[in-house]
């Protein structure tokens, strides 16, 4: 999986592109029963056949959770808090078969104290047509190398004048 980024590594225009996932059938219910969201227009096919959609979409927030899981790793950042989301869309619909990949691009990155600092993403849900379903902004607090623990010397044996043995 490699080393994770840290603050250093990252330069604003940089731009990476995740792996992609098919949203199916399954992860719509499992995200409604997780969350108490049974909107027919996510889990009912009769209800939903009679909406502009002609189908079940996936819930808003399910894409939204997809895109963080995809980006998480892609790039794999160190990553200490998760500050903010701004300018959030969603831009179309996301249907069971589906497949989406996330494009992450850096902002801006600003120094916050000394080992740490806020980066702003631009992140793109895109669907196998390359169409964006849900855009906007993630700011997370990503540590500097400098932030590494320190590490400790081990403490030498202590032998005994007596026994040879060490304590």
């Known amino acids: ?96 078969g589906d497949t989406v990949k996330v494009e992450t691009k850096v902002e801006s990155i600003k120094p916050k104290g000394r080992r740490s600092g806020e980066v702003v993403w631009l992140r793109k849900l895109l669907n196998q047509r390359d169409e964006i379903v849900q855009s906007g902004k993630l700011i997370t607090l990503v540590s500097s190398h400098s932030f590494l623990p320190r590490v400790q010397p081990e403490k030498a044996g202590i032998q005994s004048e007596k026994a040879g043995v060490e304590l």
């Open 1 to 96: 999986m490699g080393d994770p980024l840290y603050l250093e590594d990252l330069h604003p225009g940089d731009v990476w592109r995740s792996p992609a996932r098919t949203m199916t059938e399954n992860d719509i219910g499992s995200f409604a029963c997780l969350t108490g969201d049974f909107d027919p227009l996510h889990v009912d096919h009769e209800h939903a056949s009679n909406t502009p959609y002609g189908k079940p979409i996936a819930h808003g927030l399910l894409g939204l959770s997809f895109m963080a899981g995809l980006s998480s790793t892609c790039p794999r950042v160190k990553t200490l808090a998760f500050v903010g989301i701004e300018q959030w869309q969603f831009l179309r619909p996301i249907y069971i």
